[in-house]
């Protein structure tokens, strides 16, 4: 007995259309984690701040401002649902704060080597969420 290749094809076929926007959004999730995420920061200070920006590719060239979340992803992750609020367009506002350093660009030219100044601070996070899952930290805020 010989089987029609029709259920095969099926298959490919939705695979095609369901895994890249999938692939699409982990990517937005992982460069997400890449530039935002540092659960156990060491420091906290201004080396502390240049050390990670290298350490995350963000000095070449230098950026401006960053900002890394100390937290769980799981905790970051729920404010794209129940632990967090709607806020403008596409956005979501975390409901309780969380521990954050912000790192500030403070050398005059946008080449390396990159100096940064550390702020540390307890602050609601607002970022935008695809899919439930975050994919860009828009800014913080000592209130909502």
Known sequence: ?????????????????????????????????????????????????????????????????????????????AICGKKGSPYGENFRISNSPFQITTCTHSGASPRPPCGYRAFKDFRYIVIACEDGWPVHFDESFISP
């Open 1 to 77: 007995m010989t089987m029609s290749p029709c259920p095969l094809l099926l298959v490919f076929v939705l695979g095609l259309v369901v895994i890249p926007p999938t692939l699409a959004q982990n990517e937005g999730y992982e460069k997400f984690l890449r530039q935002h995420y540092d659960a156990k920061p060491k420091g906290r200070d201004d080396r502390y701040c240049e050390s990670m920006m290298k350490e995350r590719k963000l000095t070449s060239p230098c950026k401006d401002v960053n900002t890394f979340i100390h937290g769980t992803k799981k905790n970051i992750r």
